[in-house]
């Protein structure tokens, strides 16, 4: 009998699903996965391969929470939201300090920071608030806590963001900096023991668009267009 995976939890059914996922399963969750890198790049791509990974359930974007943050400054209702899920990617947990609080509240946890090179970013993010969504752009000024929407201030900012997560975390075997942009989709330097080899090969190829050996290109095809990079013809970063 093929093994059920712990499936990727849509927004609207998460606290249901939280729930019964403890009840279930009986056991405390360990070894959680944060990514917190800034939207637009690469985070979709881990979706799929938490789920390779079975690294569910998966906590992915709550504008309700991230609202809260930004309103009263206080982590804690995203931080007992995050108690009964194993991986997480976008907003609220990669917003402003949220790393240092998750790391203090679930020790032993470990990060992802995915990063992109500032110029490629910007003309995705650009786009995004810009012609895609409009409305999103009071949201991604107030994530990035820029000075003014400007290419100029949102960069620096950017940068700014990608920086300080990375001296906090400076030398700590728990964290990782992925950049998809120049095929770097590897796991294997974080010393999740719970991880099966075969799996991180697979989640690696798939995350750099290579299909592993063995594998008919076509099976990857629906997958890669979620994890292609912005400038390819399937980008949906």
């Not at 690294?55 to 992915?60: H, K, M």
């Not at 895609?132 to 107030?142: A, N």
């Not at 806590?145 to 075997?173: Q, V």
């Amino acid at each position: 009998m093929e093994e059920a995976k712990s499936p990727v939890v849509s927004v609207r059914d998460a606290d249901l699903y939280a729930t019964s996922f403890k009840l279930e399963n009986g056991v405390e969750i360990k070894d959680r996965v944060f990514c917190v890198g800034f939207n637009k790049t690469g985070t979709r791509s881990l979706l799929n391969s938490f789920e390779i990974l079975d690294l569910g359930p998966v906590a992915s974007c709550n504008m309700k929470l991230t609202q809260g943050i930004f309103e009263t400054g206080s982590y804690e209702e995203a931080l007992r939201y995050a108690r009964d899920y194993r991986s997480f990617k976008d907003r609220p947990w990669n917003v402003w300090d949220m790393y240092i609080h998750l790391d203090e509240r679930f020790p032993g946890s470990y990060f992802i920071l995915t990063v992109r090179e500032p110029e490629s970013w910007w003309r995705s993010v650009d786009r995004w608030i810009t012609v895609q969504k409009p409305s999103m752009g009071s949201i991604y000024r107030k994530h990035l806590r820029s000075s003014s929407p400007s290419k100029e201030s949102m960069i620096e900012a950017y940068l700014r963001h990608n920086r300080e997560i990375t001296e906090y975390f400076d030398g700590r075997d728990c964290f990782l900096v992925m950049n998809l942009e120049e095929g770097d989709g590897s796991y294997s330097r974080l010393s999740l023991s719970s991880l099966e080899p075969a799996k991180l090969q697979t989640s690696g190829d798939l995350l750099t668009g290579n299909s592993p050996p063995g594998r008919d290109p076509g099976q990857d095809q629906g997958r890669k267009g979620t994890m292609a990079l912005e400038d390819a013809p399937a980008a949906r970063l």
